[in-house]
C-alpha cells in the first residue's frame, strides 16, 4: 500500500470488519503520541493495550487482534529534533551533555532509565541499552536521531501493509483540530463517542531545563539546516506531507 498523507494529514486502513475494541499508538518521542492516546481513549472509550511492544519502536509483535486499531503519530523533522533536544528521554548522560549542534550529530544512545521500566525488574535493567533504539537488523546505534527517524517512519508506516487495522496521523493537522480527527478516525473504524470532545490540555509539565534546552535548540535550529536536509530521506518526508526543500 503507497503511503501519501494529503492535506488533511490523516490515512486510515481499516483491514477487519470486527468492531475496534483496544489500540496502541506508536511514534518517535515528542510526535504527539501521548495526546492522541488520551483523545482516543477519553472520547471513545477504547481500552490501550501494552500488547505490541514499545510505542516508540518498531513494530514486533506475533499476531494483531482483529479488533485492535493501530494509530501511529509523526511530526515535522525540525520541531521534532527541537523537542528531542529539550526532552532527551532515555538519552545517556554524555548525550544530554552536548550542545544542540553536538546532539544532532552524535550517534542516538539510550538506555534504560525509567522509573519504572515496563514491568522489569529495575536493578536489572537500570542502564542497559535500550534494544528498540537500535537498528533492527544490525543491532548498532543510529548514526544520528534523523537515521533513527528514517528507519523507524518506514516501520510504522509498514503497518498499512501488515494486514491490520491502522491509521497514520500528521501531529500538525491533530493539533490544528483534534477533534476533526478523531471524528475521521471514529467515521473509518465506527466508533462510538462515550464522552463529549474536550480540547486535551498539554500533557507534561513546564520546566525550566526543559525550556532553557528548548531555547538553545531553537536558536541553532537556523545554523544547522543544511545538515538536517541531509539526513532526511526527501521521497519519505515528501510522502508524509513534509517538503524538506521548504525547509
Given at each position: 500500500?503507497?503511503?501519501?498523507?494529503?492535506?488533511?494529514g490523516?490515512?486510515?486502513?481499516r483491514?477487519t470488519?470486527?468492531?475496534i475494541e483496544?489500540f496502541?499508538?506508536?511514534?518517535?518521542?515528542s510526535?504527539?503520541?501521548?495526546?492522541?492516546k488520551?483523545?482516543?481513549r477519553?472520547?471513545?472509550?477504547?481500552?490501550p493495550?501494552k500488547?505490541?511492544?514499545?510505542k516508540h519502536?518498531?513494530?514486533?509483535?506475533l499476531?494483531a487482534?482483529?479488533?485492535?486499531?493501530?494509530?501511529?503519530?509523526?511530526?515535522?523533522?525540525?520541531d521534532?529534533?527541537?523537542?528531542?533536544?529539550?526532552?532527551?528521554y532515555?538519552a545517556?548522560d554524555r548525550?544530554?551533555?552536548?550542545?544542540?549542534?553536538?546532539?544532532?550529530?552524535?550517534?542516538?544512545l539510550?538506555?534504560?532509565?525509567?522509573?519504572r521500566?515496563h514491568?522489569l525488574?529495575?536493578?536489572?535493567?537500570?542502564?542497559?541499552?535500550l534494544?528498540?533504539d537500535?537498528?533492527?537488523?544490525?543491532?548498532?546505534p543510529?548514526?544520528t536521531i534523523?537515521?533513527m527517524?528514517?528507519?523507524k517512519?518506514?516501520s510504522w508506516?509498514?503497518?498499512?501493509?501488515?494486514?491490520?487495522?491502522?491509521?497514520?496521523?500528521?501531529?500538525?493537522?491533530?493539533?490544528?483540530?483534534?477533534k476533526?480527527?478523531?471524528?475521521?478516525?471514529?467515521?473509518?473504524?465506527?466508533?462510538?463517542?462515550?464522552?463529549p470532545?474536550?480540547k486535551?490540555?498539554y500533557?507534561?509539565?513546564?520546566?525550566q531545563e526543559?525550556?532553557?534546552?528548548?531555547?538553545?535548540?531553537?536558536?541553532?535550529?537556523?545554523?544547522?539546516?543544511d545538515f538536517?536536509?541531509?539526513?532526511?530521506d526527501?521521497?519519505?518526508?515528501?510522502?508524509i506531507?513534509?517538503?524538506?526543500?521548504?525547509?
Amino acid at each position: 500500500m503507497t503511503v501519501c498523507l494529503g492535506p488533511d494529514g490523516l490515512v486510515c486502513h481499516r483491514a477487519t470488519s470486527a468492531s475496534i475494541e483496544d489500540f496502541v499508538v506508536y511514534g518517535e518521542r515528542s510526535s504527539g503520541t501521548n495526546v492522541t492516546k488520551k483523545v482516543i481513549r477519553d472520547v471513545y472509550g477504547l481500552r490501550p493495550t501494552k500488547a505490541y511492544g514499545w510505542k516508540h519502536g518498531a513494530p514486533s509483535f506475533l499476531s494483531a487482534s482483529k479488533r485492535t486499531l493501530f494509530v501511529v503519530s509523526l511530526r515535522n523533522a525540525l520541531d521534532w529534533c527541537v523537542s528531542m533536544y529539550a526532552k532527551p528521554y532515555h538519552a545517556c548522560d554524555r548525550l544530554r551533555s552536548l550542545d544542540f549542534d553536538e546532539f544532532i550529530r552524535s550517534p542516538w544512545l539510550s538506555v534504560m532509565n525509567a522509573p519504572r521500566p515496563h514491568g522489569l525488574e529495575r536493578e536489572l535493567h537500570l542502564d542497559q541499552v535500550l534494544q528498540p533504539d537500535r537498528h533492527p537488523i544490525e543491532g548498532r546505534p543510529y548514526q544520528t536521531i534523523f537515521e533513527m527517524r528514517t528507519l523507524k517512519t518506514r516501520s510504522w508506516l509498514g503497518l498499512l501493509n501488515r494486514g491490520v487495522n491502522s491509521v497514520v496521523i500528521r501531529h500538525e493537522a491533530f493539533q490544528h483540530d483534534p477533534k476533526v480527527c478523531a471524528k475521521r478516525v471514529a467515521e473509518e473504524f465506527d466508533l462510538s463517542a462515550k464522552r463529549p470532545f474536550k480540547k486535551p490540555d498539554y500533557i507534561f509539565k513546564i520546566r525550566q531545563e526543559i525550556e532553557a534546552r528548548r531555547a538553545h535548540a531553537q536558536e541553532r535550529l537556523p545554523h544547522n539546516m543544511d545538515f538536517i536536509r541531509a539526513q532526511l530521506d526527501p521521497k519519505l518526508e515528501k510522502a508524509i506531507g513534509y517538503d524538506i526543500a521548504a525547509l
